[in-house]
């Protein structure tokens, strides 16, 4: 009786929510586990505004707004493999998707760089309170990326077969990318603009 | 499922009061193993939050800035707490073998490899010795003298508060070999969120390394984001598998493929089924 | 077909590794009669400076051996895989035991010879070592109790015309379990029964551990020697 059942059941809700629904879940983990970790940066900021000032100068806002461009173009190329996905049209799909990982890899080694130059400049994790909160966040915003590539190797591999090809699992390696990239743009302005 | 397993013969049903029905469970109830190691687990992670933040008032961490006259002080302050609280401590941690052999066997029942199962009852069994013991062993050592050198107290603590804070990995590790079975399982033995909220708690674990590094901030032992959060989370999982893993106990039915649903209240209700033990 | 090539050699390296024990408890200056507690610094820095030679060896040789119940463990493990239950989880619970009693008796070893490494080092150094090794090995109890515990209800839980293990194993076991629990209290004094060199954190303890060593190490062999007649009988 249930094994009937199942199948319509969920269909009706992946109507209401695209991608798996529990994905939405885990977006929101996410979302409040950030939430935590930004407070703790606002809270310790407004204790020693001046040193965060002067750390904030040595960023550089050019790489953070490239980066936020890279990403948001890596969103728009996954929300294109997903429209072409669901008409069937799998060859653009397949290409939109290596898009996105090409995206996440330029930002990757953007940030990369950047570090090394921070790094360069004397700043490191343990030089100063702001720098300790950039390299965790930004490292940490980066271990997602690297698992967002394992995410889009998923969702290849399903585009690649015939046999495969859930619509679903496409989704929901969708919604993690575009949580990824939200994430990034939160980190930006916290980082980069608030001053 | 209320037929006992043995062929000698057994009333089917239980008796009539709580003892007796307790008794005739843990004779007869043919889930007894499960649900035996279930209850460990509960009982454990109650006398563990009881030991670390009442009993020896190890938790919350105090900071790893303080200076040595302090922490002497601290050592003095919980001398009985921690003696005593520790020897609990090393009388009941076997208490997690049953618990990381029922994680361990809901991995049997997906659909994976019996990789997952094997490899993960090895991670979490050593886990608890750098992770805990090395710990207790430490704090222990610290309070037997109390007027030992406060240099060498001032390392116990050190070493107490780094190797428990410290040797995550394991944890980490053993959250991911979990993780990718549950995503990867076709039995439905857990709902993939759960897969999700498994994930977050291995990057707040990664999040704890840190305390190698920094003696203050939000990132020492005792952080903000170290400690605090990386709690919070922990809490939360181990609520969530809890009662994951009692529902999958409900729902087994020592068969193989698909797990079933639990069935609708009003018909469990009607069917009479054996007592759950309470 | 079950593989049972090689179990009987399993089974026999038990006596070999008891007897290496035995020597080595022996060997060591500090088990017959145990060190108190009580030594002030320069009593152990002085102990561990005049035996050096006894103690390097003798934690040598435990250092060799410190693994070798773990055949033992794991054969009693599948032993009860055979038992009449409903899932693997006993056994499973006996492998996630295995591991840790050698793993913390192995730090102890290695905190005794770090001890004997720089004798000539400052006394207060030395106790501290010193104190680490014997609390350490003084309170590796806990997953030796979860064991023979685990043991005793997977024997109780064995409902079928021939168990695998006689019932008196499983009350022996609880026995011993009972005899290793003061042990987990040692240091909570630092002299009396529960003082490491106590009777009950020492002698109690180990003997009960060598005493569990030996009747199962004889209940495993003739189970197996039984099973094997069993199969031999059947094929």
Redesign the interface.
Known sequence: MTEVAQPQLEETRSRFVPGQPDMWLFVLFEALLFTGYFSVYLVSRTQNQDLYLQSQADLDLRVGVFNTIVLLSSSWAIARCVRAAREGVYPAALRYAFVTVGFGVVFVISKVAEWIHEIGMGNTFTSDEFFQHYFFLTSLHCIHVLIGFIVMGVVIYQLRSPARRSQQLVETGATYWHTVDFLWVLIFAMLYVVR | MTTSTEGTSVSDTPPESRLGRFAWNCRHHPKRELWFAWWVMVVFYQLYGVLFFFVTRVQPPPSPAWDTPMIVQWFDDRHDGLLVGFGIVFLISGMCAPMNALLAYSMRRMSVSRIFAYSYLIMYSLSAIPGMLVMAIAMTVGALRPDRDPELIHWLYDFAFLSFSGTMGVFLVGSVVWLVAILLDKNNVFPKWFAYLGLCNALTEVVVAPAWIFQRGAFAWNGAIAWWINMVVFVTYTAVFIVLLRRMIEREDFGTGPLPDLPDKRESASAGSVGVLR | MRRTDGELIMLWALPAIAIIWVSAFVLFPGFLHPMS?TMSAEEVASFYRDETARIRYSMILFNWFGVGLIPTVILLAMQVRRM???????S?????????PP??FL?ANMFWLLGGFRPERAP??T??LN??AW??FT?L???????C??LA?AIY?D??DKPVFPTWVAHFNLLIAIAL?PA??G??A?NGPFAWDGVLSFWVKNIAIAVWIVVMGVVLGQTIRRRRAETAVAA
């Open positions: 507690p009449a239950h409903r899932t693997p989880i006993m499973y619970c006996l492998i996630a035991c295995a591991g840790g793993t913390l730090i207060e150094l106790q501290l104190d680490l609390v350490t309170v109890v806990p997953y030796l109790i979860a064991q515990l685990l209800l839980w409902r079928q629990v987990a209290f240091a909570l630092l």
